[in-house]
């Protein structure tokens, strides 16, 4: 009997060790959700737990205009791709723009709107970039150039060869073109339209006029009244889909108003008389916390903001394991890690985000197949977690390479602080990045800041890798300048995805 037990337990154990190698095997082919191609993997919607609460919201509430929020990898771009599909066969069509199609950052790269030029930057960027929404949707409408021109030409009220070159630069019939090629296009159009009519730009453009009062003979007059006679030209409704409009971002004042008037252009649209178009942009919420956009009240009814539970990350991952998988019944975390790995910890560093907590999953898995291993030990499982903890670090320094390069290098220096911490345990920081700086191996924004440490903290807290809290046992959070005072009061908290790198976890 004690044979068979014994029997039993190591045919258990290879039956068990088999699975986690075919399972590493399936991981190796896939992306994680929130990956480059994440967004477009087939039966994405079979494990994405969180589907109904935002996708089921958006496409419920339309026609209306959207923004989601969230941090990197948490999947915005995901719901955009399943809200598309949701759509499929419907009579709304959906339009889905890159961050290729709108690059902002080549847009102001090339400093097209320079702020000295007398010209009213937020109105023109707002009436180019609705002007170029408006064509990319009649494009889909209509697909022959001449004869939706010859459709447009009866309402237009103004001069007809000049509405033309106008819309031909916005439509590029003779070849493929970004919106941000277009809007460049368009740009010096104008300009040219305003030099052969006897005047500088910057003098024609300064003024601020309704579409009501604009002059028939104002070359932006040709640009309003597309938008005021789109309703009427298109027998569809349409979906705009703005995905990662933060791509590049320096936060660079040019950059600022560019997608600042990006998303009223939207907005307006999306609120019009007809209501025949609709809007879903998503970005990153530390972005759209910066920008300063005009009637920003009115947006907060449409601002969705992506977060996930801990219960619904692990019901995530086990979910896309099953999906992936040809035993649907036994691939949980259960059969995956010992008992004694520290789930808390996990969810922790994956932080609510589904990109993360796929990473911590996969790379255990293959880490306990190079091992020889049939389940995840927990000191398996701490040393990825540490190194995932500093990859998330990495990742973090990359989304602010602009502003904060080497930003690891100045967070490395909390190791050794408590993972909740006040306003003197953070002077002692700002001290030791100052004797750093000394040394010359600090970036210059830690350098230039060490000496002020309520500046120190700003970055700090703007980059994430700290949170704010307005007391020792207040729940600590994303700084909000409106909610948290930059002071001696401040008490701050290393965040959890960072956490074990800075070894505080």
């Known amino acids: ?32 959700l929130g990956g480059s191609v994440a967004e477009r993997e087939h039966g994405l919607a079979a494990y994405y737990t969180e589907k109904e609460r935002y996708v089921g ?23 955009q791709e399943m809200l598309a599909n949701e759509l499929k066969g419907r009579p709304r069509r959906v339009v889905k723009l890159k961050p290729e199609d709108i690059a902002i950052f080549s847009l102001t790269k090339d400093r097209l709107i320079e702020p000295s030029a007398g010209i009213d930057q ?54 493929e073109q970004s919106m941000a090629d277009r809007f460049v296009a368009l740009v ?7 030099v052969n009519a006897g005047g500088a730009t910057s003098a024609r453009l300064q003024t601020r006029e309704s579409s009501e009062t604009m002059s028939r003979h104002s070359v932006l007059h040709d640009l309003r009244e597309l938008e005021r006679r789109l309703d009427e030209t298109l027998d569809h409704d349409y979906l705009i889909l703005f995905d990662e409009l933060d791509q590049d971002w320096n936060a660079e004042t040019g950059q600022r108003v560019l997608l600042e008037q990006l998303i009223v252009a939207a907005e307006s649209l999306s609120r019009g008389r007809g209501r025949r178009v609709s809007s879903c942009i998503s970005m990153r919420k530390d972005i759209f916390a910066t920008l300063n956009i005009d009637n920003a009240d009115k ?29 649907p019944n036994d691939k949980s975390l259960d059969t995956i890690f010992s008992p004694d790995c520290s789930r808390e910890k996990m969810w922790a560093v994956a932080s609510g985000n589904p990109r993360r907590a796929i990473q911590i999953v996969e790379r255990s898995i293959l880490r306990t197949q190079e091992l020889g291993g049939s389940l995840v030990e927990r000191s398996v499982h701490l040393e990825v977690l540490r190194e995932c903890s500093d990859q998330f670090l990495q990742d973090n320094e990359t989304v602010h390479r602009v502003l904060y390069p080497d930003l690891r290098k100045v967070a490395l220096l909390l190791r050794g602080q408590k993972k909740s911490f006040g306003y003197a345990d953070f002077e002692f920081f700002a001290l030791r990045v100052a ?22 903290a700003l970055h700090m807290l703007k980059t994430g890798v700290l949170l704010a809290k307005l007391n020792r046992k207040d729940v600590a959070k994303p700084f909000n300048e409106t909610v948290h005072p930059l002071d001696d009061s401040l008490w701050f908290e290393i965040h959890s995805a960072y956490a074990l790198a800075l070894g505080v976890l």
Not at 6 to 21: D, I
Not at 57 to 79: E, T
Not at 122 to 143: D, G, M, N, P, S
Request: net charge positive; glycine share 8%; aromatic share 8%.
């Open 1 to 32: 009997m004690a044979r068979n037990k014994g029997k039993g337990r190591r045919s258990a154990r290879s039956r068990q060790k088999r699975g986690l190698r075919a399972l590493s095997e399936r991981f190796k082919g896939h992306q994680p």
């Open 122 to 175: 937020r109105w023109f960027a707002k009436t180019l970039w609705t002007y170029l929404i408006c064509v990319e949707i009649v494009r889909r409408e209509f697909h022959d150039f001449e004869g939706l021109w010859q459709l447009l030409k009866a309402r237009f009220r103004g001069d007809a060869r000049r509405a033309k070159r106008l819309f031909e630069k916005a439509y590029s019939p003779e070849r």
């Open 435 to 456: 004797e750093a700086s000394d040394a010359q191996q600090m970036p210059g924004w830690a350098t230039e800041s060490a000496g002020h440490p309520l500046r120190l």
């Open 57 to 79: 919201r958006i496409a419920g509430g339309l026609p209306n205009f959207f923004i989601l929020l969230g941090d990197k990898g948490v999947g915005k771009s995901a719901i």
């Open 188 to 194: 010096a159009e104008i300009e040219l339209e305003h």
């Open 299 to 327: 947006m907060r009814d449409s601002l969705v903001h992506v977060s996930w539970e801990a219960g619904s990350l692990a019901k995530m991952v086990e979910r896309r394991i099953q999906h992936h998988g040809k035993d």
